[in-house]
């Protein structure tokens, strides 16, 4: 059995990893280089895949241009700093990014004759991003096997395992499984450490803090964070 | 208003260019160069742009060697020859490729706060691609609403005007709305001229003929494709 995983490098798709390893799947890692700030997150991509001797799959998107307007992928528009769950985060959301992914990962899986497809978003990704949601990710996965009727095995699918769980969830999740978390990277920003003040770097804290789980990351300003999810 | 259109250069997305001028919407084209054998078909993409004074956007998409094994982009996979709905035109086609184009249009109209997303497949391609019928369709317009709610105008929506038509239809429809189809590309093959022989051009052929529409188009083997539709 063969799954295609989107993966960003982050907790949620180093998990995902982990846990479709654990269900004895081989695995293909898919990443995507589409113009990110943040884009050192690929070699955790190829970090990840390593320690479960995967195969990867970078995709070059040169579509920064066309999708202006996120801070994630212009320099003229910053990376706000705080909680993830607030509405200056818009500013980080980039047009139909899942959909996109998805779509080219399916792509692959139909290629290499896969049985899945799966992406890492959660719950607390629903506030912000549309595209992260269930009223997304239910029509799509059903447009994808319709779509690709007579290409693919039997019961091929897209799953979203976390996607009702929280990042807590996530955390304990992988934490059980024995995921090495130093092997991953969230912050949006993207320089030599996490910030510990982006939207994803807070969020991150939350979730080791909430699962009760060892955060090995370090951290430029770890206080900030604790001081926007009430623990400074 | 405005609307984003797949445009591939051939007879139905010129159509759809004309359909959508007609109906008042300022137009943004938006091609795809994929590694395609017959990437010439994107000069046409120009040409009808410049037919509405319309905006283009041609997207790289370097995934000819992930999306492998189909005819249209790969040298070791020959195109084809005989009619469109035959088994043998399965060779044409690549892996999910209407989703990651209608993704990547809708993340450009989310970005340019267009109205409509619109593709000109057509129930002539339903037989061969499954990507091109409403099981596939319906959900996925359905997913890109929801995807980008909050992104996007009041009434955002994916609309596929001629997906139960045959293309007989849409040559009558555009024949009455003026389509100059002089100025489309159809033939997978790519070369100077439309080959005649290749599943496209057959249908192409047959689709003026049933429509009683002209036919502009200088073919290399226009005897084949008569053959091979009965009228030899």
New interface residues.
């Given amino acids: 059995m063969k799954a295609v995983l989107i993966t960003s490098g982050g907790m949620d798709s180093a998990t995902l990893a982990w846990h479709y390893d654990a269900l004895g799947y081989d695995l293909i890692l898919v990443g995507f280089d589409y113009g990110q700030r943040h884009r050192r997150e690929l070699e955790y991509v190829h970090a990840i895949a390593a320690q479960h001797n995967a195969e990867t799959?970078i995709?070059?998107?040169?579509?920064r241009d066309?999708?202006?307007?996120s801070a994630l992928t212009s320099d003229d528009v910053d990376v706000p700093d705080g909680h993830y769950a607030q509405e200056t985060m818009k500013a980080t959301?980039?047009?139909?990014?899942?959909?996109?992914m998805?779509?080219?990962a399916?792509?692959?899986a139909?290629?290499e004759n896969a049985d899945i497809v799966a992406t890492g978003v959660h719950a607390g990704d629903h506030f912000i991003y549309?595209?992260c949601?269930p009223?997304?990710?239910?029509?799509?996965a059903?447009?994808?096997k319709?779509?690709?009727?007579?290409?693919t095995p039997p019961g091929f699918r897209l799953e979203a395992p976390f996607i009702t769980w929280t990042k807590a969830d996530i955390a304990k999740h992988g934490d059980a499984l024995g995921v090495d978390y130093a092997t991953t990277w969230s912050c949006y920003k993207g320089g030599d450490i996490h910030c510990g003040r982006c939207g994803t770097c807070v969020e991150r804290i939350e979730a080791f803090i909430e699962a009760d789980v060892h955060d090995p990351t370090v951290y430029e300003d770890r206080a900030f964070a604790l001081a926007e999810i009430g623990l400074g």
């Fill in positions: 799959r995709v070059q998107l040169p579509i066309l999708l202006h307007g959301v980039v047009p139909n990014r899942n959909a996109i998805l779509s080219i399916t792509g692959i139909v290629a549309p595209d949601r009223a997304f990710f239910d029509p799509f059903q447009a994808m319709a779509g690709n009727e007579g290409f």
